[in-house]
């Protein structure tokens, strides 16, 4: 059975700083991994995603992440974070047919 | 290009009532998918429709049901409300298997006291 973990559940960095979000995955086949991010009170907006080839992924708003299926891991960077980056990251890794499924995601706070 | 439009924005029931929530996916968009997402927790997979048909389920009740019409927007039915369906209620529409990839709508907030 697939399954996400984010073993951090709130991260505050200043505004400038560097940002890695970390992401472990279980699932049998060949992933396909997604990291998304959710404002307060909005839906969620694809970030990126990885399906194969090149196992450094880039993203909108200056996002990137790194597949290494050695570790299980997708995690999530940014090298310099704006205020604007404060929000929750989900990551999530496609199940059955089309479906996604999620981690319980890691809330971003940015301190000027 | 209009996204993912789901209506209404917040909704409040009692318990043992049922609630309707709609939703419209993103223009061209023929798979819709619904998603439960609780308060501090990741969505959770309800139920995907494609071609007016239940295509995949999730692990939730028969209380839970749905609906897709031919002009692909679909309807989430929930029946005899609980307390524990509180939640966000968020649809997503995507090409059939294409890799995964959908697009959000902003999502219903239910209350149920």
């Known amino acids: 059975a697939q399954s996400v973990t984010q073993p951090d559940i709130h991260i505050t960095v200043s505004e400038g700083a560097s940002l890695e979000l970390r992401c472990n995955y279980s699932y049998g086949a060949t992933p396909y991994l997604f990291w998304y991010v959710q404002s307060p009170g909005q839906g969620l907006q694809l970030l990126l995603k990885?399906?194969?080839?090149?196992?450094l992924v880039q993203g909108i708003k200056g996002f990137e992440a790194e597949f290494k299926r050695s570790q299980s891991s997708f995690n999530l960077r940014k090298p310099s974070v704006h205020w604007s980056d404060a929000a929750e990251y989900f990551c999530a890794v496609r199940a059955g047919a089309n479906n996604l499924f999620f981690g319980t995601g890691t809330r971003l706070t940015v301190i000027p | 290009d209009a996204g993912v439009t789901q209506s209404p924005t917040h909704l409040i029931k009692t318990r043992g009532q049922q609630v309707t929530l709609r939703c419209s996916p993103k223009?061209?968009?023929?798979?819709v998918s619904w998603y439960q997402q609780a308060l501090g927790q990741g969505p959770q997979f309800i139920f995907q429709y494609y071609e007016e048909e239940e295509r995949q389920r999730g692990n939730f009740p028969d209380r839970f049901s749905g609906h897709q019409f031919p002009n692909y927007s679909s309807e989430l039915n929930v029946n005899a409300l609980l307390l524990g369906d509180s939640a966000l209620y968020l649809c997503?529409?995507?090409?059939?298997?294409?890799?995964?990839?959908?697009?959000f709508g902003p999502g219903t907030r239910l209350t149920v006291t």
């Open positions: 223009s061209g968009h023929d798979t």
């Open positions: 997503a529409s995507s090409l059939p298997d294409r890799d995964g990839e959908q697009y």
């Open positions: 990885y399906f194969s080839g090149d196992t």
